[in-house]
């Protein structure tokens, strides 16, 4: 398999991911406190795995009540970084076309946290904007 840019170009199924209870329950409660604005992050993985562990903090993010701006520029150089967590500000947890050009370009997974930000107000989606399903492990 090879790896360009944090993408598989060759892979026989799906990556399976998990995230940690709490680092979800940290992601909307950081979204819940920024609500009517869109909260966002980046994502990092436990090394070697495919669970989700941490919320990274750019330096310099934008956020406001229909978006969220990175600069990636201010990203470390960090092969445990897998993609993107934002907020909407509405209940729907459905990526929009900016949402979808930016998974298309960064990362491999993303997660939406949708209004009231709940365990169930939540989805993951794929480089290519598919729906992931992904495992709440403690």
Not at 38 to 60: C, D, N, Q, Y
Not at 85 to 113: C, K, M, N, Q, T
Request: some cysteine; hydrophobic content about 40%.
């Amino acid at each position: 398999m090879i790896t360009i840019f944090g993408k598989n170009k060759k892979s026989a199924e799906p990556e399976k991911w998990s995230i940690k209870r709490d680092c979800l329950e940290l992601i909307l409660e950081s979204a819940k406190s920024t609500h009517p604005n869109e909260f966002a992050g980046m994502l990092r993985v436990e090394k070697g795995t495919h669970t989700i562990s941490e919320v990274l903090l750019l330096p310099g993010t934008i956020q406001g009540e229909e978006h969220a701006i990175f600069h990636l520029n201010m990203l470390p150089v960090d092969f445990s970084v897998v993609g993107t967590i934002h907020s909407h500000p509405s209940p729907y947890p459905i990526p929009s076309d900016a949402d979808l050009g930016l998974f298309e370009h960064f990362g491999r997974v993303h997660i939406i946290a949708a209004h009231p930000y709940n365990m169930k107000s939540w989805r993951a989606y794929s480089h290519s904007g598919e729906p992931v399903e992904m495992g709440i492990v403690d």
